[in-house]
């Protein structure tokens, strides 16, 4: 029996990683929870059918507390740390934003292995993740465990480089992208996912974020991670190794997929999903991304190469330019040039070596003040 906490419980990934218990009686047995403040009612309902010892929440727990008995609640800011440092055999961060980069610290401080579905962690402060050593972390974001599961067939030293794939969005063929709606732009056309990581496809800024992740999941140069379209989100990326040859890594588009390999990881879990009907006519399409009407990637990049605190401003900036999109308050175009602006404005003077999560919370408090300026919110 595998012991795993969750954290994120009530959003896409931790709902989904329930169902994959679930449906796997005498595998996982869960052991934490943690969500934040807007599903607290799901947050219990979880606790309850998954017998769960121990929750944590964000939110205001004098309902909650009454409400289940034999159940251990936490709360505060700090509750997903706590929750994350409880001995179990994988912590899933499936938390949403930079938010998540306090517990995935506190889960390895702890010595648990961290399936890890935030990417913002790494975002946000890949040093201070991956000075825990690169074999505490099995990635869920849907690119990267292709990219680890192709990589267990090579050396990482005979990687020539690495193709992410992206769908390319539901705006990949329209022209105009100043009129897009908050509707079109929660529309993918290939992935069910939470809000803000669909709004981040539209514009690409999630293939920048990948970009970043990879670089520091796998200790690659930026030169040796490129990305292209590929809208049918079967092949979820590729590893080429320095003899010519390329491994894929293919299912269909289902999330289930690589949150179970990671939970399971190293036995794989059966029944995941379905697999591709090779009976059935079908194709993959691959097409290069247009970086002229998507900046975010070059944009990304171009943090990368500077590293330290500024793909952490680059990730803040996006937070905050998200979130206003989706409260209809500025234009989906506004979303990249706002990062951009807060770039030129205090790109310069981010530290190079972050220390501690203080240094990385100083850096995105001053992104998301001159985030708010620049976008007038
Ligand atoms: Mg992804």
Aim: glycine share 10%.
């Amino acid at each position: 029996m595998r012991e795993i906490v969750i954290l994120g419980s009530t959003g896409s990934i931790g709902v989904q990683a329930l169902e994959i218990v679930a449906a796997n009686p005498g595998k996982f047995k869960v052991v934490g929870l943690s969500a934040g403040s807007n599903n607290l009612e799901l947050l219990i309902a979880q606790a309850k059918k998954f017998n769960v010892p121990i929750v944590g929440t964000t939110a205001d727990t004098s309902a909650i507390k009454d409400g289940i008995a034999g159940v251990h609640v936490i709360d505060g800011a700090t509750a997903a740390a706590q929750i994350a440092s409880l001995p179990c055999d994988i912590v899933l961060n499936g938390i949403n934003g930079s938010i998540g980069l306090e517990p995935t610290l506190a889960a390895l401080a702890a010595g648990n292995l961290v399936a890890l579905a935030n990417k913002e962690s790494l975002v946000a402060g890949g040093d201070l993740v991956m000075a825990y050593g690169r074999d505490r972390i099995i990635p869920v974001d849907s690119e990267h465990s292709a990219l680890y599961q192709c990589m267990l067939a090579g050396k990482l030293s005979d990687v020539k480089k690495v193709i992410l794939t992206a769908s390319g969005g539901p705006f990949k063929d329209r022209s105009d992208l100043s009129t897009v709606t908050i509707a079109e732009a929660l529309t993918h056309p290939t992935w069910s996912m939470g809000n803000v990581v669909t709004v981040n496809s539209a514009t690409l800024v999630n293939k920048g974020l990948e970009i970043i992740e990879a670089h520091y999941l796998f200790d690659l140069p930026y030169e040796k991670i490129e990305a292209v379209v590929h809208p049918q989100s079967v092949i979820h990326s590729m590893v080429e190794f320095k003899d010519g040859s390329t491994l894929a890594q293919a299912s269909p588009p289902n999330m289930k997929g690589p949150i179970g390999y990671a939970l399971g990881f190293p036995e794989r879990t059966s029944d995941l999903m379905v697999a591709i009907d090779w009976k059935a006519k079908h194709e993959w399409r691959f097409e290069p991304i247009n970086n002229e009407k998507f900046p975010a990637i070059d944009l990304a990049r171009r943090c990368g190469d500077l590293g330290g605190g500024t793909t952490a401003i680059f990730n803040a900036a996006n937070e905050v330019a998200v979130a206003a999109f989706l409260e209809g308050r500025i234009k989906f175009t506004a979303i990249v040039d706002s990062i951009e602006t807060v770039l030129q404005k205090i790109g310069a003077g981010a530290p190079i070596k972050l220390r501690d999560l203080k240094d990385v919370s100083a850096i995105e408090n001053d992104a998301r003040r001159v985030a708010r300026e620049t976008l007038g919110v």
